[in-house]
């Protein structure tokens, strides 16, 4: 992942950022898998508006990750 410094955070426009209060920079493709990952353990309302941001972005990062764990669902479901 590349280096952010703040310099270059604070100026990064609002649509840069993936969460709330300018949280989840996504000025680039690492930055924006780096938020996917790090917002696994945050609310589900976030975690749906930081993908929805990553996706409407980088419309390619994250799909494969979300048709994988949609599968798993249903295999675990299948087998109680």
């Known amino acids: 992942m590349a280096k952010l410094t703040s310099k ?3 100026h990064l ?3 840069d950022f993936a969460g709330p209060d300018r949280s989840f920079p996504i000025p680039d493709a690492s930055h924006a ?3 996917l990952a790090r917002v696994a353990n945050k609310p589900e309302a976030e975690k749906e508006k930081v993908r929805a ?3 409407r972005k980088f419309p390619g990062i994250g799909e494969g990750r979300d048709k994988a764990a ?4 249903r295999r675990s479901r299948s087998r109680v």
């Open 33 to 35: 898998r780096n938020a």
């Open 8 to 10: 270059e955070r604070k």
């Open 70 to 73: 949609k599968k798993t669902k």
């Open 13 to 15: 426009p609002a649509k």
């Open 53 to 55: 941001a990553v996706h």
